[in-house]
Protein backbone atom coordinates (compact mmCIF):
# COMPACT_ATOMS: atom_id res chain seq x y z
CA UNK A 1 0.00 0.00 0.00
CA UNK A 2 0.98 3.78 -0.73
CA UNK A 3 -0.49 6.92 0.30
CA UNK A 4 -1.08 9.41 -1.81
CA UNK A 5 -1.46 12.96 -0.52
CA UNK A 6 0.97 15.95 1.41
CA UNK A 7 2.95 16.95 3.52
CA UNK A 8 2.38 20.38 4.96
CA UNK A 9 5.53 22.17 5.04
CA UNK A 10 6.16 25.96 5.54
CA UNK A 11 9.25 27.71 4.28
CA UNK A 12 10.98 29.03 7.54
CA UNK A 13 11.07 25.33 8.33
CA UNK A 14 13.38 23.94 6.05
CA UNK A 15 14.91 21.81 9.16
CA UNK A 16 11.04 19.82 9.27
CA UNK A 17 11.62 19.04 5.51
CA UNK A 18 14.63 17.24 6.09
CA UNK A 19 13.59 15.96 9.40
CA UNK A 20 10.37 14.06 7.50
CA UNK A 21 12.28 13.22 4.81
CA UNK A 22 14.83 11.68 6.25
CA UNK A 23 12.46 9.85 8.89
CA UNK A 24 10.12 8.57 6.66
CA UNK A 25 12.80 6.96 4.07
CA UNK A 26 11.91 3.87 6.08
CA UNK A 27 8.24 3.24 4.89
CA UNK A 28 7.48 2.80 1.57
CA UNK A 29 3.69 3.95 2.23
CA UNK A 30 4.51 7.82 2.12
CA UNK A 31 6.63 7.58 -0.79
CA UNK A 32 3.87 9.17 -2.85
CA UNK A 33 3.39 11.73 -0.04
CA UNK A 34 4.38 14.80 -1.73
CA UNK A 35 5.56 18.29 0.13
CA UNK A 36 2.54 21.12 0.12
CA UNK A 37 4.76 24.24 1.09
CA UNK A 38 3.15 27.06 2.54
CA UNK A 39 3.84 30.67 3.51
CA UNK A 40 3.77 31.38 7.15
CA UNK A 41 1.13 34.14 8.50
CA UNK A 42 1.54 36.37 11.50
CA UNK A 43 -0.95 34.46 13.87
CA UNK A 44 0.09 30.63 14.01
CA UNK A 45 -3.34 29.39 14.37
CA UNK A 46 -5.07 30.85 11.28
CA UNK A 47 -1.51 29.74 9.83
CA UNK A 48 -2.47 25.78 9.96
CA UNK A 49 -5.87 26.10 9.54
CA UNK A 50 -5.40 27.95 5.97
CA UNK A 51 -2.23 25.47 5.16
CA UNK A 52 -5.37 22.77 5.45
CA UNK A 53 -7.53 24.17 3.56
CA UNK A 54 -5.27 25.12 1.04
CA UNK A 55 -3.84 21.30 0.94
CA UNK A 56 -7.24 19.99 0.97
CA UNK A 57 -8.21 21.76 -1.88
CA UNK A 58 -5.25 20.98 -3.97
CA UNK A 59 -6.48 17.25 -2.70
CA UNK A 60 -10.09 18.02 -4.19
CA UNK A 61 -8.85 19.43 -7.64
CA UNK A 62 -6.29 16.58 -8.33
CA UNK A 63 -6.71 16.64 -11.71
CA UNK A 64 -7.09 20.28 -12.38
CA UNK A 65 -4.95 22.98 -13.70
CA UNK A 66 -4.05 25.29 -12.10
CA UNK A 67 -3.82 22.76 -9.19
CA UNK A 68 -5.19 25.59 -6.74
CA UNK A 69 -5.55 29.26 -7.12
CA UNK A 70 -2.66 31.83 -5.31
CA UNK A 71 -5.13 34.08 -4.29
CA UNK A 72 -8.08 31.91 -2.78
CA UNK A 73 -9.17 29.07 -1.10
CA UNK A 74 -13.22 29.58 -1.56
CA UNK A 75 -15.65 26.48 -0.80
CA UNK A 76 -18.71 27.48 -2.95
CA UNK A 77 -21.49 26.66 -4.92
CA UNK A 78 -18.81 27.03 -7.70
CA UNK A 79 -16.20 24.88 -6.17
CA UNK A 80 -18.82 21.99 -6.31
CA UNK A 81 -19.88 23.04 -10.01
CA UNK A 82 -16.40 22.44 -10.77
CA UNK A 83 -15.91 19.10 -8.74
CA UNK A 84 -18.68 17.08 -10.43
CA UNK A 85 -18.11 18.49 -14.34
CA UNK A 86 -14.41 18.44 -14.30
CA UNK A 87 -12.20 15.17 -14.16
CA UNK A 88 -11.41 14.35 -10.66
CA UNK A 89 -8.39 12.06 -9.02
CA UNK A 90 -10.35 8.33 -8.56
CA UNK A 91 -8.09 8.38 -5.66
CA UNK A 92 -10.54 7.22 -2.70
CA UNK A 93 -8.86 9.05 0.24
CA UNK A 94 -5.70 11.16 0.78
CA UNK A 95 -3.18 11.53 3.36
CA UNK A 96 -2.96 14.93 4.81
CA UNK A 97 -0.17 15.41 7.63
CA UNK A 98 2.19 18.47 8.75
CA UNK A 99 6.03 18.24 8.31
CA UNK A 100 6.32 17.03 12.06
CA UNK A 101 4.44 13.94 11.93
CA UNK A 102 6.26 10.90 12.58
CA UNK A 103 6.31 7.53 13.36
CA UNK A 104 7.28 5.98 16.84
CA UNK A 105 6.32 2.29 16.93
CA UNK A 106 7.04 0.14 13.65
CA UNK A 107 5.25 -2.94 15.21
CA UNK A 108 1.98 -0.87 16.12
CA UNK A 109 2.22 0.96 12.83
CA UNK A 110 2.48 -2.43 10.84
CA UNK A 111 -0.55 -4.08 12.96
CA UNK A 112 -2.52 -0.27 11.74
CA UNK A 113 -1.43 -0.92 7.95
CA UNK A 114 -3.19 -4.73 8.35
CA UNK A 115 -6.15 -3.87 9.97
CA UNK A 116 -6.72 -0.10 7.66
CA UNK A 117 -6.16 -2.55 4.99
CA UNK A 118 -9.28 -4.41 5.71
CA UNK A 119 -11.59 -1.11 6.19
CA UNK A 120 -10.47 1.32 3.83
CA UNK A 121 -12.87 0.75 1.42
CA UNK A 122 -15.68 0.84 4.18
CA UNK A 123 -18.52 3.70 4.08
CA UNK A 124 -18.44 3.72 8.11
CA UNK A 125 -15.59 5.80 8.13
CA UNK A 126 -14.98 10.20 6.82
CA UNK A 127 -11.57 10.40 8.62
CA UNK A 128 -9.15 8.02 10.17
CA UNK A 129 -6.81 9.77 13.11
CA UNK A 130 -3.34 9.39 12.76
CA UNK A 131 -2.37 10.20 16.64
CA UNK A 132 -3.95 10.37 20.04
CA UNK A 133 -3.63 14.28 20.89
CA UNK A 134 -6.19 15.86 23.02
CA UNK A 135 -9.33 14.94 25.39
CA UNK A 136 -10.23 12.04 23.35
CA UNK A 137 -13.83 10.33 23.40
CA UNK A 138 -13.33 7.01 22.11
CA UNK A 139 -16.97 4.95 21.31
CA UNK A 140 -16.74 1.18 20.94
CA UNK A 141 -20.20 0.94 18.91
CA UNK A 142 -19.19 -3.04 18.45
CA UNK A 143 -19.76 -2.52 14.66
CA UNK A 144 -17.29 -3.45 11.50
CA UNK A 145 -14.64 -0.29 12.36
CA UNK A 146 -14.44 -1.67 16.07
CA UNK A 147 -13.85 -5.67 15.25
CA UNK A 148 -11.26 -3.89 13.40
CA UNK A 149 -9.50 -2.50 16.37
CA UNK A 150 -10.84 1.31 15.15
CA UNK A 151 -12.88 3.52 17.84
CA UNK A 152 -14.76 5.93 17.08
CA UNK A 153 -13.39 9.01 18.22
CA UNK A 154 -14.63 12.35 19.50
CA UNK A 155 -12.39 15.65 21.33
CA UNK A 156 -9.53 14.92 19.13
CA UNK A 157 -7.20 17.79 18.52
CA UNK A 158 -4.78 16.34 16.01
CA UNK A 159 -4.63 17.57 12.21
CA UNK A 160 -1.17 16.39 12.63
CA UNK A 161 -1.94 13.80 10.45
CA UNK A 162 -5.56 12.33 9.46
CA UNK A 163 -6.59 10.12 6.16
CA UNK A 164 -9.54 11.44 4.54
CA UNK A 165 -11.98 10.67 1.90
CA UNK A 166 -12.53 12.53 -0.86
CA UNK A 167 -15.98 12.66 -0.65
CA UNK A 168 -15.56 14.14 2.61
CA UNK A 169 -13.43 16.96 1.73
CA UNK A 170 -15.75 19.82 1.33
CA UNK A 171 -16.94 19.54 4.54
CA UNK A 172 -13.61 19.66 6.04
CA UNK A 173 -12.45 22.54 3.54
CA UNK A 174 -16.06 23.95 4.29
CA UNK A 175 -15.59 24.09 8.22
CA UNK A 176 -12.06 25.42 8.08
CA UNK A 177 -13.12 28.45 5.56
CA UNK A 178 -15.49 29.27 8.20
CA UNK A 179 -12.80 29.39 10.63
CA UNK A 180 -10.87 31.76 9.10
CA UNK A 181 -13.77 34.08 8.59
CA UNK A 182 -14.83 33.91 11.99
CA UNK A 183 -14.25 37.17 13.97
CA UNK A 184 -13.22 36.36 17.15
CA UNK A 185 -10.93 33.87 15.35
CA UNK A 186 -9.06 35.89 13.26
CA UNK A 187 -8.80 38.47 15.83
CA UNK A 188 -5.06 38.32 17.29
CA UNK A 189 -6.04 39.72 20.65
CA UNK A 190 -8.37 36.38 21.13
CA UNK A 191 -6.48 33.57 19.53
CA UNK A 192 -5.54 32.08 22.84
CA UNK A 193 -9.26 31.68 23.40
CA UNK A 194 -10.38 30.39 20.58
CA UNK A 195 -9.22 28.21 17.99
CA UNK A 196 -10.36 26.73 14.51
CA UNK A 197 -9.69 23.43 16.85
CA UNK A 198 -13.67 24.43 17.63
CA UNK A 199 -14.55 23.68 14.04
CA UNK A 200 -12.28 20.34 14.32
CA UNK A 201 -14.29 19.13 16.82
CA UNK A 202 -17.84 20.47 15.30
CA UNK A 203 -17.50 18.12 13.12
CA UNK A 204 -16.41 14.85 14.48
CA UNK A 205 -19.67 15.03 16.66
CA UNK A 206 -21.57 14.82 13.53
CA UNK A 207 -19.33 12.84 11.12
CA UNK A 208 -17.48 9.64 11.50
CA UNK A 209 -14.04 9.94 12.88
CA UNK A 210 -12.21 6.85 13.33
CA UNK A 211 -8.91 6.11 15.16
CA UNK A 212 -6.59 3.02 15.55
CA UNK A 213 -6.83 1.52 19.36
CA UNK A 214 -2.92 2.02 19.34
CA UNK A 215 -0.30 4.85 19.35
CA UNK A 216 1.99 4.51 16.75
CA UNK A 217 2.66 8.22 15.86
CA UNK A 218 3.12 11.38 16.97
CA UNK A 219 4.90 14.81 16.67
CA UNK A 220 8.52 15.87 16.73
CA UNK A 221 8.11 18.65 18.60
CA UNK A 222 11.70 18.57 20.06
CA UNK A 223 12.73 20.18 16.73
CA UNK A 224 9.69 22.59 16.41
CA UNK A 225 11.53 25.94 15.98
CA UNK A 226 8.38 27.92 13.77
Same mark, same amino acid.
Given at each position: ????? =? ?19 ? =? ?39 ? @? ?14 ? /? &? ?27 ? &? ?52 ? /? ?6 ? /???? @? ?9 ? @? ?21 ? &? ?9 ? &??
Amino acid at each position: MRFKG =YYINLKTRSHMYKAFETSNTD =YIEFEDIKQNIMTHNICKEFACAASHTATLTRCLYQRDLPI @ISNTSNKCDIFMFYRL /F &RRPASYDPFYFICEDDFYIIDAEYYKDFL &RDFDKIKKSKDWDIILMTHFGNNNYINNDNFMNKNNFLQNKKNTGTSAYIIKKS /FLPYVIAA /FDKA @IKDFEYNNNNN @INIFSFKHYWHDLQENHNFYIYN &RVFAGARRDMV &RG
